[in-house]
């Protein structure tokens, strides 16, 4: 019987704890593998990140900015109430302002760049 | 004069006012030859065109299968900077093209950016409508039935094969046989149609050679038709995606003209390459494969293309959009699946057979399998007068055609139908890029179905076409007036007419 990236990756969190989490995922991976699904990992990856994430109310969230801002991330961190600090990343060609990227679903983007850009393509 | 500038972009910048939104975007996470696919992007609707952000800028997509965690991308641009991880950001507004008066005599690509070199095809942004590239056809309030023919300048399909404006007529045979030539044939004749509204023409050439569109559009200009012409390419080295949406954006610029209450005329070349394209791409989108592995939607793909060829009626503007398809088959085989298909779409087809094009029967059309299911209600009286017996008169030339080797032994009658069945055919011969007026065709016709050239050699017919067309020119041209002014063959020009074909003979 095939299953999807879904019900595998819901199996895979049912029965994960700190304990014996190696040897769970060895075997899991054994059994996708013997199943002929282990091109579906990604997706299985991805699912189970939704899905844990869900269960402990944990977001993903990525400031991108283009200078180190201390502030801001903490700023960040308030406003969306996250229990972790975001990921950050340094770009210097965002010129100012940041990226805020949350679940790879949502972005707000408040760099000086994209502004630029709006700025250019609205007047030109 | 520079502080004049530099003042006047302050003032603009400190408009400008940029409002920080929340985006709902996507993330490639896997890309093919041509499609990608990505997660998120939840939101996007079907045919949304998208943006992936590459390093090296962005690129456009449409969005074409929404799964279930994934959205099947298809990339109009160059999908070699598309890399696993990109964002991607819907637009919000379905693919569709800017179209308007200004693209005629231009070359585009299929969508409907300039392909020719000559610069913008609008002078600013504020220039041409965009049209939806998908559309739904109008529907039966909206339309009339056809009554106004559309002349394609060739004799044997004006006569026999009538085609009105709003038709949808299928161009069906091998390859090499001169399928593209009837529809170059049909738009340069356009000009000739003076009685009517010149419609405007648009040459959609999908999966073609460049040299072939180079060449025809070479062609259009020197006979002067790329004035109400717009070329769509979408050549062999496009990318499939490209080829896929080439159709449907000559649709959405001849359904621009049609809103305008004017004619247009879409010629697909071809809809088998096109098949190929959309296989390709429905398969890298890992949509079921069913027959010869087309997706399932193929036929809908096309019907729903053809279909928004119209007549409109006069409430709603009497615009025209006229479809000529065309479509090739492999070894005359019609009952391929494509084929098959586009014929039970159209409105009528068109069939070249390669027997009779090395025959040397060229345009090689065979009247006996090709029909025009709607056309004869937009045929002209003048027309019909003649076609009727030429239509008559080869379906028993073609009964008798066995016969021909053994024609001494035939009766009297026999031998007669035999003859004139030959003077047709070779009557019926024209050469590429020379469509003939209608009113001319009319007259030529009434001389061959009335038996004024039985007596005359076969390979002589041409020439005494020429010739009697020439002496109706410099003694009689008030002949070819009024046929093409009042669209009929009344008794006293059918009595002149008469003189002038036995003054011709005596020649």
Known sequence: ?124 | MSKEIIEKIKQEISGFKSEIKTERVGKVFEVGDGVCRMWGLSSVMAQEMVEIETDGGGVNGIALNLEEDSVGVVILGDFLKVKEGNIVRGTGRVLSVRVGKEMVGRVVNALGEPADGRGPIFASEKDGKFYPVEKIAPGVITRESVNTPLHTGIKAIDAMIPIGRGQRELIIGDRQIGKSAIAIDAIVNQQNDTGRRTPFCIYVAVGQRDSKVAKIVAELEKKGAMKYTVVVAASASSPASLQYLAPFTGAAIGEFFMDQGEDALVIYDDLTKHANAYRQISLLLRRPPGREAFPGDIFYLHSRLLERAAKLSKEYGGGSLTALPIIETQLGDVSAYIPTNVISITDGQIYLEPDLFYQGVRPAVNVGLSVSRVGSAAQTQAMKKVAGRLRLDLAQFRELQAFVQFATDLDEATKKRIVRGQVLTELLKQNDFEPMPFERQVVVLYAGVNGYLDGIELPEIQNFQKKFLDYIDKMHKGILEAIAKSGELAVDVEEKLKRAIEETRKM
């Open chain 1, 1 to 124: 019987m095939k299953y999807s990236s879904k019900e595998y990756a819901h199996v895979l969190l049912e029965t994960i704890d700190d304990e014996r989490g190696e040897a769970v995922v060895k075997k899991f991976l054994s059994y996708v593998r013997t199943s002929g699904d282990f091109q579906k990992i990604p997706h299985i990856l991805r699912d189970f990140r939704k899905l844990y994430n869900a269960k402990y109310g944990l977001r993903d969230v990525k400031v991108t900015l283009a200078r180190p801002n201390g502030g801001l991330i903490q700023a960040v961190q308030e406003k969306l109430k996250l229990k972790h600090e975001p990921e950050v990343e340094i770009k210097k060609e965002l010129l100012g302002g940041a990226v805020v990227s949350i679940d790879d679903e949502v972005v707000i983007d408040g760099s000086v760049k994209s502004r630029l850009q709006k700025l250019f393509n609205a007047k030109l």
